[in-house]
Every structure is written in structure tokens, then in C-alpha cells.
């Protein structure tokens, strides 16, 4: 992949980004600082409304991940030793709202028109779009997200670039089947690391899909909090949580070999010997810290749940497969209710 390339968009985007703080938000001395003046949340079944101190305009998300597209051709003949468990995965679903049989294909054109009826501002999809990187899954995915005339934000999960059984690190399994298939979804964006603003909130795609963070994406995380911005992280697998599995496994602390039961399943690298690199927890800490972040967006758990930990809630999706979204509305908040929240 040519990683300079991107890296040189994405600065390039960044710097553009900047130049926009006043588009949807007021400056607030150095930027704005969520843990002096808090946002409100509040939260009915699939869809939030944020109620954000200093946001000029409304903002709405549609935030999609784990759809499991599985549609397959000729083209995918020679991939299906590495592709056959996957393609049987996701054939048949239950919507997760009526309980009514479904398939991933349907209720990702039925999430797309929610969105375009909704007017959403932005569709976010954080990975697991795909079962495996099939040619005929992406070009029909991209074809129906090129037609809707919404901006949309795509980072990629584990399964995205994941042929189960060929041979390669992670790291390179993920390079490889970005350049060869899942570019176009980016954009011309790095596809490890880009943000975009929508009218005022600064939305910022990190790709965290083998738990590791890699420390240009933490460069390129500090760089965007020094901006002050209104922020919300979008990445495939969660944060950990007190409390929560290894599927919330980026800052995961038993996160390491010795815990990796599905390794065999899925045919893949083992996780390390010792576990996450100083790198992934100081994103850990450093996100959770962070003064202008309204959120965390991510996916993988396959559902809904929501866990807050010092200020700042992190929001998991019921999978896309079944008809799972999140309808996200960041919202001015009143003048009263601040001066309520301020004291």
C-alpha cells in the first residue's frame, strides 16, 4: 500500500478540517471542554439525541457496522477455501427490531433508506461491512452508498480483509486486501486513520480492526484533539470497559495469547505473547481523557450497549445484519440548560 500517499491526504484533509472551526461550533478559547461544560444524552432504544453546550446547527448520524455482506462470484472461486465459513455466517438474519426473517443484503438498502428519509448528514460504517473481502460484495456495497447523495465514512473490520487461513500477519492481510478491493469505500482518505467534519462536529475514523493501534494513528488521534473541536471516534473494535469481555478487547489488559481461544476458528495469527502495545494503551488512556470527545461509535460485539467511563460514553450497534443502526442527533443545547449544567 502506498502509505505515504495517504498519509499525505490525510494531513493535507486535517489542515482543511481547521479551517472550518467557526462552520457549526464556537470557539471556546483554546476549544471546547466537555468535562467543565457538560453535553446531556439521552437515549431511546436505537436512536440518541446529544444536546451539545456551543453547537450552533443540528447534526445527524446514521452509524452502521456489521452488515456481513456475503454476495459472491466467479472472480471469488480461487478464495473459497479461505472464504467458506464466512459465506455461510450471515445467509439468513431476524431483524432486530420485529423479529421477521431477513438477509444482510436487505436490511443494509432498508438501513440507506432510513438514512436518506431520516436526512442524515453522514452515514458512519465501522467495519464488518463485509464477511470476507469479496469483489462482488464491495462493488454492490459501493454502488448503493455512491447513489444516495449522503457523505459516508467507512473504516474497515476484522472481517473485511480477512480470508480465513491465508497466509500473513494481520497487519499484512490488512494492507493487502485494502489496496486490492475495499479502497474506492475510502475516498482517497488514509484508510487507517482520516477525519471529516459534518457541520461542526469533527468526525474522526481510526482503524483499530486487529485490536492493535499503531502509533502514526496516535500521532494522528493527538493531532486532532489539539484542534478544540466538538469530536466523535468511529472504530470497529471497542474500548475496554470495567467489567467487559475480550470482545472489547483495544486496551483490553488480558488481551494476549494465552486468552485467545478463537485463533484455530478463524484461522488467523494468534495475538502477541505479552499482549497490547504500550501504543494501544496510551490511545486507551488519551481517548478517555480527551476534553472535546462527545463519544465513542464502534461494533464487533454484535450488540447494543453502552458503557460511560470518566465523562465519556462509548456506544456499540446492533449489527447491520439484522437491521441494526443508530439514528445519532447532536442537538444546540438551550441556553438554560447550560446554565443549569454550569451551576
Known sequence: MKRRHFFQKAGALSAGIGLGIHEGVQAAGKGVNYKKQPFAVGI?????????????????????????????????????????????????????????????????????????????????????????????????????????????????????????????????????????????????????????????????????????????????????????????????IPLYAPGRSLGYGCGHPEYKAANDKNFELERRQRWPEKGHSQTTMDFHKEVFDAENLLGIFAGHIHRQTIDWLNSTPQFLTQPNAAGGYLEIDFLPMKTADQKKFNG
Open 44 to 236: 431511546n432504544d436505537y436512536k440518541i439525541d446529544y444536546h451539545v453546550p456551543q453547537l450552533k446547527q443540528a447534526v445527524k448520524i446514521m452509524h452502521i457496522t456489521d452488515t456481513h455482506l456475503w454476495r459472491d462470484d466467479e472472480r471469488g472461486a480461487p478464495y473459497r477455501q479461505f472464504s467458506g465459513r464466512m459465506a455461510k455466517a450471515y445467509n439468513e438474519t431476524r431483524h432486530f427490531l420485529t423479529g421477521e426473517t431477513t438477509h444482510p443484503e436487505k436490511a443494509f438498502e432498508q438501513t440507506l433508506n432510513l438514512a436518506r428519509e431520516a436526512g442524515a448528514d453522514a452515514i458512519t460504517l465501522t467495519g464488518d461491512l463485509f464477511s470476507f473481502p469479496s469483489e462482488a460484495a464491495i462493488e454492490w456495497a459501493y454502488e448503493r452508498l455512491e447513489s444516495l447523495n449522503i457523505p459516508y465514512f467507512y473504516s474497515s473490520g476484522n472481517h473485511d480483509w480477512h480470508y480465513e487461513g491465508m497466509e500473513g500477519s494481520l497487519h499484512e492481510l490488512r494492507n493487502t486486501w485494502i489496496e486490492k478491493r475495499l479502497l474506492p469505500l475510502y475516498k482517497g482518505n488514509d484508510p487507517l486513520m482520516y477525519a471529516e467534519m459534518v457541520k461542526g462536529i469533527n468526525v474522526v475514523n481510526i482503524d483499530n480492526s486487529y485490536y492493535e493501534i499503531l502509533p502514526e494513528q496516535l500521532n494522528f488521534f493527538r493531532q486532532e484533539l489539539k484542534k478544540g473541536l466538538p469530536m466523535v471516534l468511529m472504530m470497529h
